[in-house]
C-alpha cells in the first residue's frame, strides 16, 4: 500500500499536483500534514468513528457514512492483496470471499469526504470520494482516499516534494 516506486512518473506528477491543489485549499502543506497527523495519531483508526467525524487543528473531516471494524479489516485485507499490475479491489467471481467483497464494496460506494477548514484564512477545503468504480467488477481506490487515511506521513511528504528528473537532451535525441 502506497508504493511511490510503483508509480510512473506522470502517476506521481499527476497525484503530487493533486495532492498540492488540496494542501492549498487547507492553506498550504503544513495544514494538509496536521490533518494526517491526526488522523494517524487517533486510536480506534478513525475511520470507525461512531460520529463519522475527525477534528484537526484547523478544521474537520466530515463522511456520510458510519464504517464499522470489520468492514475496515475486510478493507485493508483488500488493500495489502492489491499488485502493481492489478489495483482492482473487486475479488474474482471464483474466489470465497466474493460476496463478503462485493458487499463491502457495494456498501462503501456512496462513501463522500469533505473537508471544512475553521477560518477562511485557513482555506477553504475540498471534499472526495473513496472509491472509482469503473463497472460491476472492477472498483479502485481513489489515491487521494488512500493517501489520506492510509499512507504514511513520511510517504505523503515524498508525493508532496517529489520533482520529476530532467531527461538529457542527448537521450531523447537517440530514441
Known amino acids: 500500500m502506497c508504493h511511490l516506486h510503483h508509480l510512473d512518473i506522470d502517476q506521481k506528477t499527476l497525484l503530487r499536483d493533486q495532492l498540492l491543489i488540496y494542501a492549498n485549499a487547507m492553506g498550504g502543506k503544513n495544514s494538509f500534514l496536521k490533518l494526517l497527523e491526526t488522523i494517524r495519531h487517533t486510536s480506534p483508526n478513525a475511520l470507525i468513528s461512531?460520529?463519522?467525524?475527525?477534528?484537526?487543528?484547523?478544521?474537520?473531516?466530515?463522511?456520510?457514512?458510519?464504517?464499522?471494524r470489520d468492514t475496515l479489516a475486510l478493507l485493508n485485507t483488500r488493500l495489502n492483496i492489491r499488485t502493481k499490475e492489478n489495483s482492482n479491489l473487486m475479488a474474482p467471481a471464483s474466489d470465497k470471499t466474493y460476496k463478503n467483497v462485493a458487499n463491502m464494496l457495494k456498501t462503501l460506494s456512496p462513501l463522500g469526504f469533505v473537508v471544512t477548514m475553521d477560518k477562511e484564512t485557513d482555506g477553504s477545503g475540498f471534499g472526495f470520494k473513496a472509491f472509482d468504480i469503473i463497472d460491476d467488477n472492477t472498483t479502485v481506490m481513489n489515491p487521494i482516499f488512500e493517501t489520506i487515511f492510509f499512507c504514511p506521513v513520511a510517504v505523503v511528504k515524498k508525493f508532496l516534494n517529489f520533482t520529476p528528473k530532467e531527461i538529457p537532451a542527448e537521450e531523447t535525441d537517440a530514441n
Open 50 to 68: 461512531k460520529t463519522a467525524n475527525v477534528r484537526f487543528s484547523n478544521g474537520i473531516v466530515r463522511w456520510n457514512k458510519t464504517i464499522h
